[in-house]
């Protein structure tokens, strides 16, 4: 009966080609927009993230994002410094400069300044130079994507020299990093050396950066820093989840992915579930003559479910491979690097389908269990 059912559903060329075609449409807008979300929002945290050394970032109160910081006093470095349980604290300034190249064309930047003395928040992997080429006057390192966002079609050549605000910089490193939220170039210095190029009076600090002492949890070490300076301590994660809910709640991007999302799944429901209602009705006369045969209702749903499951399976897989194919083809261009199909996007798209399988069942299988044998003998 299996073999039955398939030569049923083989022998309608164009009707199973356009179930085939509507499980593979969906899949694949799903697919995609589903992992350009998660990649998109996921960017809005990801240099935290990239800060190893340190386990807790500390900051303004009232800050609700990454790039929302109020500048710190000096002080406050110390009296953080100050708790029990901390073995170290180091200062950190974030923010958006204004650069000048060569040519005379105008970038803005990400400008991060670490620990002079540490250089704790320096990235992990040089492409070109080193970590310790930040102590060199006026030196800089900047991410790869950057890079190429700022001297298009160049290789990679170190000493260039430009202007930030006015001050002299010099390229001292490539590294690679997370791609940020803005697709613009990140860049490293030295705190003192940030001071001059941001030019932002003596309140320069937006994070301090802190290493935990011993096996004490650090929430509870960021609970103390927090109940006795009044600043925000959180640690890594719970900093990088406040930056995305902050995304999530005030942006329009949930809402927009949303509705696409959304549509893929409605058109899957629709070509699908369209396609295969019409083709069991064109097929009514072969239920019925089964049915005079003695097959019960059970084995006649059996047969469409293994219909069903294999064109599900079949357009899941295509759209799956289409989809990772073009993440394939596009990871090499910066503003898409790093946006990729993960596990668990592939296993909420194959419960959808499943979805739609089974609703496609549901509009077509009332016909099949009502129907009468004697449809057979009708002329």
Same mark, same amino acid.
């Given at each position: 009966?299996?073999?039955?059912?398939?030569?049923?559903? @083989?022998?309608?060329?164009?009707?199973?080609?356009?179930?085939?075609?509507?499980?593979?449409?969906?899949?694949?807008?799903?697919?995609?927009?589903?992992?350009?979300?998660?990649? =998109?929002?996921?960017?809005?945290?990801?240099?935290?993230?990239?800060? /190893? !050394? $340190?386990?807790?970032?500390?900051?303004?109160?009232?800050?609700?994002?990454?790039?929302?910081?109020?500048?710190? /006093? !000096?002080? !406050?470095?110390?009296?953080?410094?100050?708790?029990?349980?901390?073995?170290?604290?180091? *200062?950190?300034?974030?923010?958006?400069?204004?650069?000048?190249?060569?040519?005379?064309?105008?970038?803005?930047?990400?400008?991060?300044?670490?620990?002079?003395?540490?250089?704790?928040?320096?990235?992990?992997?040089? %492409? $070109?130079?080193?970590?310790?080429?930040?102590?060199?006057? !006026?030196?800089?390192?900047?991410?790869?994507?950057?890079?190429?966002?700022?001297?298009?079609?160049?290789?990679?050549?170190?000493?260039?020299?430009?202007?930030?605000?006015?001050?002299?910089?010099?390229?001292?490193?490539?590294?690679?990093?997370? +791609?940020?939220?803005?697709?613009?170039?990140?860049?490293?210095?030295?705190?003192?050396?940030? $001071?001059?190029?941001?030019?932002?009076?003596?309140?320069?600090?937006?994070?301090?950066?802190? *290493?935990?002492?011993?096996?004490?949890?650090?929430?509870?070490?960021?609970? /103390? =820093?927090?109940?006795?300076?009044?600043?925000?301590?959180?640690?890594?994660?719970?900093?990088?989840?406040?930056?995305?809910?902050? @995304?999530?709640?005030?942006?329009?991007?949930?809402?927009?992915?949303?509705?696409?999302?959304?549509?893929?799944?409605?058109?899957?429901?629709?070509? +699908?579930?369209?396609?295969?209602?019409? @083709?069991?009705?064109?097929?009514?006369?072969?239920?019925?003559?089964?049915?005079?045969?003695?097959?019960?209702?059970?084995?006649?749903?059996?047969?469409?479910?293994?219909?069903?499951?294999?064109?599900?399976?079949?357009?899941?897989?295509?759209?799956?491979?289409?989809?990772?194919?073009?993440?394939?083809?596009?990871?090499?261009?910066?503003?898409? $690097?790093?946006?990729?199909?993960?596990?668990?996007?592939?296993?909420?798209? +194959?419960?959808?389908?499943?979805?739609? %399988?089974?609703?496609?069942?549901?509009?077509?299988?009332? /016909?099949?269990?009502?129907?009468?044998?004697?449809?057979? @003998?009708?002329?």
């Amino acid at each position: 009966m299996n073999w039955l059912a398939l030569k049923m559903l @083989f022998g309608d060329r164009a009707k199973f080609l356009g179930l085939i075609f509507g499980v593979t449409f969906a899949t694949l807008l799903m697919s995609q927009q589903i992992s350009i979300f998660i990649g =998109i929002v996921a960017r809005a945290g990801s240099q935290i993230l990239d800060v /190893r !050394d $340190a386990d807790l970032w500390v900051m303004d109160n009232k800050t609700r994002f990454l790039d929302e910081s109020r500048s710190l /006093r !000096d002080t !406050d470095l110390q009296r953080v410094r100050g708790i029990a349980g901390v073995e170290w604290a180091v *200062k950190m300034y974030k923010g958006e400069v204004g650069a000048v190249m060569e040519n005379g064309n105008f970038r803005g930047v990400i400008l991060e300044g670490i620990d002079d003395d540490t250089l704790v928040g320096a990235p992990a992997e040089m %492409v $070109a130079g080193s970590i310790g080429d930040l102590r060199q006057p !006026d030196a800089v390192i900047v991410d790869t994507s950057g890079y190429t966002y700022m001297w298009p079609g160049e290789e990679v050549k170190l000493g260039r020299v430009f202007e930030i605000n006015d001050h002299r910089a010099v390229l001292v490193g490539v590294c690679k990093t997370s +791609a940020p939220f803005e697709t613009l170039p990140v860049m490293f210095t030295r705190y003192s050396q940030a $001071a001059g190029f941001a030019r932002l009076g003596r309140n320069l600090m937006t994070f301090i950066l802190v *290493k935990g002492h011993g096996d004490e949890p650090k929430e509870q070490l960021a609970e /103390r =820093i927090s109940a006795e300076t009044g600043l925000m301590a959180l640690t890594k994660s719970q900093f990088f989840w406040k930056t995305i809910g902050y @995304f999530l709640s005030s942006t329009g991007i949930p809402v927009n992915f949303g509705i696409t999302i959304g549509l893929g799944f409605i058109v899957g429901v629709a070509i +699908a579930g369209q396609t295969f209602y019409l @083709f069991v009705i064109e097929n009514l006369k072969y239920f019925g003559s089964l049915k005079a045969m003695g097959v019960n209702n059970r084995r006649i749903v059996r047969m469409i479910l293994l219909q069903t499951s294999f064109v599900g399976v079949l357009g899941y897989s295509l759209g799956t491979g289409c989809c990772a194919i073009m993440f394939e083809v596009t990871s090499s261009i910066p503003h898409l $690097a790093g946006i990729g199909m993960t596990w668990q996007v592939s296993l909420g798209v +194959a419960c959808s389908v499943v979805l739609i %399988v089974l609703l496609s069942i549901a509009l077509s299988v009332q /016909r099949v269990l009502k129907l009468e044998p004697a449809i057979v @003998f009708r002329g």
